[in-house]
C-alpha cells in the first residue's frame, strides 16, 4: 500500500513528460520531435541583415570594400595658360633709352651749372644734339663759349625754318650773350640773331596788318 501512495509508475511514462514539457529540459543543440512530427530548437537561429549589422561591422565592412575597388586619386589639372616674356632689349635699345633719359635732363635743367653738366653728360655718352629749338635754346647757358657760338649758329638755321617757341628767354640770353661773352664774334652773333628776331616780328606784324 505504502507503495501506491507514493505513486505507481506508468510504463512509458517518461515518454509523456518529455512530449508535455516540450523542450524545455532537452539539452542544447538537440531538438524534439512535435505534435506534428516537426522538430524544436532549443537555440532559434537569427538570420542578420548585413545593412543593419553594428558601426563596427559596417566600418570593417567599408574598409574591405574599399581594400577590393582600387581608389583613383584625383590629379589636378595642368595649367596650359603660359607667360609669353617679351624680346629681350638689344644694346642698340638701352642705348637709345640712356639717350632719352640724358636729352631729358638737358632740357629740364635749370640754371648755368645745371645745364653745363647736363650738356656735357650727353655729348659724353657719345650722343649728338639733336635739331631742336628747346636744346640748342638750353646750349645758350653753357659755360664754354665755343658751344655757346654753335647754340647761336643752331637757331639761325632752325628759326629760318620755324617759328621761335620762347621768344622772351631766348632773346634775354641773347642779351646776355652781347654784354658778357669775351669773344667779338661771339658777341656779334648774339646781337645779330636778336635783331633777327625784332625783325622777323615786326615782317609778322605787318603781314597780319596785311591780311
Known amino acids: 500500500m505504502a507503495q501506491s501512495r507514493r505513486g505507481s509508475k506508468r ?16 539539452p542544447h543543440g538537440k531538438g524534439q520531435k512535435g505534435r506534428h512530427g516537426g ?32 581608389v583613383l586619386a584625383e590629379v589636378a589639372p595642368k595649367r596650359t595658360g603660359r607667360i609669353i616674356a617679351g624680346p629681350r632689349p638689344t644694346t642698340a635699345d638701352a ?7 640724358l636729352l631729358e635732363r ?29 636744346v640748342w635754346l638750353q646750349v645758350l647757358e653753357h659755360r664754354d663759349e665755343a658751344r655757346v657760338a654753335r647754340a ?17 628767354v631766348l632773346e634775354s640770353r641773347l642779351r646776355s650773350i652781347e654784354e658778357l661773352a669775351e669773344e667779338p ?18 615782317a609778322s606784324k605787318s603781314a597780319d596788318i596785311r591780311g
Do not use: C
Not at 510504463?11 to 532537452?26: F, L, M, S
Not at 629740364?108 to 647736363?118: K, V
Open 11 to 26: 510504463p512509458g511514462g517518461r515518454a509523456e513528460d518529455r512530449r508535455q514539457g516540450g523542450g524545455n529540459h532537452a
Open 39 to 70: 522538430r524544436f530548437f532549443a537555440e532559434t537561429k537569427v538570420w542578420r541583415d548585413p545593412s543593419m549589422t553594428s558601426g563596427a561591422t559596417s566600418v570593417d565592412a567599408a574598409a574591405e570594400a574599399t581594400k577590393a575597388e582600387p
Open 95 to 101: 642705348k637709345e633709352l640712356e639717350r632719352q633719359r
Open 106 to 134: 638737358v632740357l629740364t635743367a635749370e640754371g648755368r651749372p645745371s645745364i653745363t653738366r647736363a650738356v656735357d653728360a650727353y655729348l659724353a655718352g657719345g650722343h649728338e644734339l639733336p635739331r631742336d629749338q628747346a
Open 152 to 168: 647761336i649758329e643752331m637757331l639761325q638755321s632752325i628759326l629760318g625754318e620755324a617759328a621761335v617757341v620762347r621768344r622772351a
Open 185 to 202: 664774334a661771339t658777341r656779334s652773333s648774339a646781337a645779330e640773331l636778336r635783331r633777327y628776331l625784332q625783325t622777323g616780328a615786326a
